[in-house]
């Protein structure tokens, strides 16, 4: 099994705050929380993950914090309705996208292995990618690989799939090798990535969710948001400058963090990392 890295640990280190409770709300296999509890001893952790299988190895990872450690299985845009000590609550982040463990299962992430074609972070809800592709109109479909993918010619892919309508990783490969004749493991994984998003309706919320919170957080406490991708970036920023302006949070980041050049190169998975935190 393939552990996640975690991105920016240091950076993010520095921003969260040493005592009270960290929600660590896309805990995926607990990189970020591992490095933050063994550093602060005073810290305790909420922990959320949709994807049932990375909060199990999170639980085995983290088992020897004790009861420093809470975990929900629940998708961190209901976070503001759960019924936590928000009073003790001292910061929350948010690690967007997926995890290595994700991409090295079997659910279909990766264009790397022959998978059946699902995609779902909590396979128990909504719709398989193999059911999403059917039933997503085209127009929608050509938008989501507009948007997600930054293709050129994203109705001939759209056109190939609504066509041939793909069960598999295998099969999808095949369709975008059909449209480009040039299919990069970069074009295939900006492909996945699209259709990941959509299945997921990862970006949906963002904004409503950051005020949501911001009503809930008290005085001090932080908000940290990694992300990975322009359009995820886009909305978080503009969540926050919404609450700046409702005076519900104030920035820390006056400009956006990225990772150092040796992180990149230790783990490119960082390379398109952003991290933005505000403070209530
Ligand atoms: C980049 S990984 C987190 C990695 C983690 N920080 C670490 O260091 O191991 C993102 C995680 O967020 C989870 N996730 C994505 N969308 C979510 C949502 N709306 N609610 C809760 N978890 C979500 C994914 O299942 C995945 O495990």
Not at 37 to 50: E, K, N, Q, V
Not at 274 to 279: F, T, Y
């Amino acid at each position: 099994m393939m552990l996640h890295r975690p991105v920016m640990a240091e950076e993010v280190s520095r921003f969260v705050k040493k005592e009270g409770i960290l929600v660590d709300a896309t805990v995926g296999t607990a990189g970020h929380s591992y490095y933050l509890l063994s550093r602060y001893p005073a810290l305790r952790a909420i922990c959320l993950d949709r994807d049932s299988q990375s909060l199990k190895i999170a639980e085995e990872r983290l088992k020897n914090f004790g009861d420093r450690v809470k975990f929900l299985h629940r998708d961190y845009r209901t976070l503001p309705q759960a019924e936590i000590p928000w009073e003790q609550v001292t910061s929350v982040l948010v690690d967007m996208g997926f995890s290595s463990f994700q991409l090295s299962s079997s659910r279909g992430f990766s264009f790397q292995r022959d998978d059946d074609l699902d995609m779902r972070f909590d396979t128990t809800e909504g719709e398989p990618a193999k059911e999403f592709l059917k039933k997503i109109p085209f127009s929608h479909l050509v938008l989501l690989f507009r948007n997600f993918s930054d293709l050129r010619r994203a109705e001939a892919l759209a056109q190939e799939i609504k066509r041939t309508r793909p069960q598999t990783t295998s099969q999808l490969v095949e369709v975008v090798r059909r449209v480009y004749r040039k299919a990069t493991p970069d074009l295939l994984a900006r492909v996945f990535q699209a259709i990941r998003i959509g299945v997921n309706r990862e970006l949906e919320g963002i904004e409503e969710f950051i005020l949501s919170l911001s009503l809930k957080l008290h005085p001090g406490a932080r908000l940290i948001f990694l992300t990975y991708h322009s359009t995820e970036d886009r909305l978080v920023k503009a969540g926050f400058k919404k609450a700046f302006y409702q005076g519900l949070l104030k920035s820390l980041t006056p400009r956006v963090i990225r990772p150092t050049v040796s992180e990149i190169k230790e783990n490119p998975r960082a390379r398109s990392a952003k991290m933005r935190v505000a403070e209530k």
